[in-house]
């Protein structure tokens, strides 16, 4: 798979002839389909019952009973402390966090705390999982506590980390002797997190991925012309329309896929970062292809890079809680502006650079299509070995896949329609739809993997790895359709006497 999408890369960011574009695309997009079918087909048979394809627990009350957690628990640096009363039983678990964080598929872990109480009557400790897929527990997982009018134990519990994610195990209380029926009392849970094992690999993705979205950014700052983009800015329609479609219409269509697709929400949350992110530099590439307006093409997505400053930070905190695993004020809003400074001062400079030495700017413009082939290469290939963890949840959950890929595809139709009610020419209409189609995906990673806390940020990324795959392939048919086109205009045109 990943070598297919790297030939359809290497190609279209080289910007191959029609001929080599025509034999390559139907092979590499059945191939490219063919392959992720093979890759899903034996996870999917092995989800278990108690989850969806999108990683949705079955039951839906989950999130209520993770919140009825959260808010018996205080947390200091070192520690946690759950409590809960009732008349006849007080009871508290305190135990140190570090335990509490695990690595993926590591060996089973004896998590220890102390247990303060006090009961009116004998009490059975049952707990469980409410995610077995990231975290199993022994079969035998029960506990007793006589009674006693305060006395503190020991209590410890093996834990076998799994797949990476978010895990609570949650303990119920029982009277002991009881033949009524009694519903379990929920008095306590804790919230363990599987991560991804890091190391050098994924330090140096990182720092590489940093340097290469810089690198591009820069250059493409250098291929609009000053004059062009203030003729823009003179008559904004086509910017103004494309801003809207960027920073509206996708962040919408995201938010909406979130909520009505079955999905984890930590999937949902980067579908929706992604959503957010400003346009891509494969828009102007594509926008070539198609017979689009490049310069437009090109002052959108400096417009829209420029732009996500502000507008990123605002659609997170103003929507972004309506899906967010956490809650929106630990969000790091700080790091999030770093991450986007990434592409906001390289394009600013470069600006600069145009107005100061053109020359120069005209010289360096010559990078943006190895450079950015290099890019995406780089995520696919490199990102793929650095984070498999995250392209297996790619495998287990094939709805991500829908999910993923509905966001460009809806995009892309809703900008043409926008555009084409606008009565823009087609060329416009052509650089419109690509542009509301195509995101910055190396932004929306950054933003996911450096200034969100972890699993939930390493669990979302997937989602902009999908776009980025499934973007090009409705781009690649209107390409063979327009080529196709193209070739029978100019055959006709050659059969036509003198």
């Known amino acids: 798979t990943r070598c297919t999408v790297a030939h359809l890369l290497l190609v279209v960011a080289l910007g191959g002839n029609e001929r080599d574009m025509l034999a390559l695309g139907p092979f590499s997009c059945l191939h490219f389909l063919l392959s992720l079918l093979l890759l899903c087909s034996p996870l999917v048979l092995s989800l278990q019952n108690d989850e969806g394809i999108g990683g949705l627990p079955v039951n839906h009350d989950y999130i209520d009973v993770r919140r009825r957690v959260d808010r018996m628990t205080k947390e200091n640096s070192t520690h946690l402390t759950t409590f809960f009363t009732t008349d006849d039983l007080n009871i508290s678990f305190s135990c140190e966090i570090e335990q509490f964080r695990l690595t993926e598929y590591s060996e089973e ?39 006693t009018l305060g006395a503190i134990v020991d209590f410890s519990i093996t834990l076998k980390p799994e797949q990476l994610g978010l895990a609570y195990v949650l303990i119920y209380a029982s009277p002991l002797n009881s033949t009524a029926d009694y519903e379990p009392l929920l008095v306590s849970g804790f919230r363990i997190l599987i991560l991804r094992k890091s190391g050098i690999v994924d330090r140096i993705f990182r720092i590489g991925l940093i340097i290469l979205l810089f690198v591009v950014s820069f250059l493409m700052g250098c291929e609009l012309d000053i004059d062009i983009l203030r003729k823009h800015l003179r008559k904004p329609i086509g910017p103004v329309i494309g801003f809207s479609c960027q920073f509206i219409l996708m962040p919408a269509i995201a938010l909406a896929l979130a909520k009505l697709c079955p999905i984890s929400p930590e999937f949902g949350f980067g579908l929706f970062v992604i959503g957010s992110a400003p346009g891509g530099g494969a ?32 659609l997170l905190l103003t929507l972004g809680n309506l899906l967010n695993p956490l809650s929106v004020g630990r969000l790091p809003y700080g790091m999030i502006t770093v991450q986007i400074l990434y592409i906001f001062l ?19 413009r010559l990078g943006v299509r190895p450079t950015a082939l290099i890019f995406l290469l780089y995520v696919v290939i490199f990102g793929s070995v650095a984070y498999l963890p995250i392209y297996r949840l790619m495998a287990r959950y ?24 606008l009565c823009r020419p087609w060329p416009v209409v052509t650089a419109i739809a690509i542009e509301t189609g195509v995101q910055n995906s190396g932004v929306a990673i950054l933003i996911l993997i450096n200034a969100m806390p972890q699993p939930e940020g390493d669990m979302g990324a997937i989602m902009p790895i999908i776009v980025a795959l499934m ?28």
């Not at 004896?110 to 077995?132: M, N, W």
């Not at 198609?290 to 502000?310: C, K, P, V």
């Not at 390289?346 to 360096?364: C, E, H, M, T």
Request: charged fraction near 15%.
């Open 283 to 314: 828009s102007n590439v594509w926008t070539r292809l198609l017979g689009g307006d490049l310069n437009l093409s090109i002052t959108m997505t400096l417009i829209s890079s420029l732009a996500a400053l502000g507008m990123i930070p605002l």
């Open 398 to 421: 094939p709805l991500l896949l829908v999910a993923g890929a509905t966001l460009p595809y809806v995009g892309f139709l809703l900008g043409f329609i926008f555009a084409r009610l």
């Open 471 to 498: 973007t090009p392939l409705p781009l690649l048919c209107a390409f063979l359709v327009h080529s196709l086109v193209s070739l029978v205009k100019r055959k006709k045109r050659e059969d036509v006497p003198n």
């Open 346 to 364: 390289p394009i600013a400079g470069s600006l600069l650079l145009r107005r100061i030495r053109p020359s120069l700017a005209d010289k360096l």
């Open 109 to 147: 872990f004896t998590a220890s705390c102390f247990i303060s109480y006090a009961s009116k009557a004998p009490r059975l400790l049952a707990y469980t999982v409410d995610r077995p897929v990231s975290l199993l527990l022994p079969p035998q997982n029960v506990t007793t506590l006589p009674m």
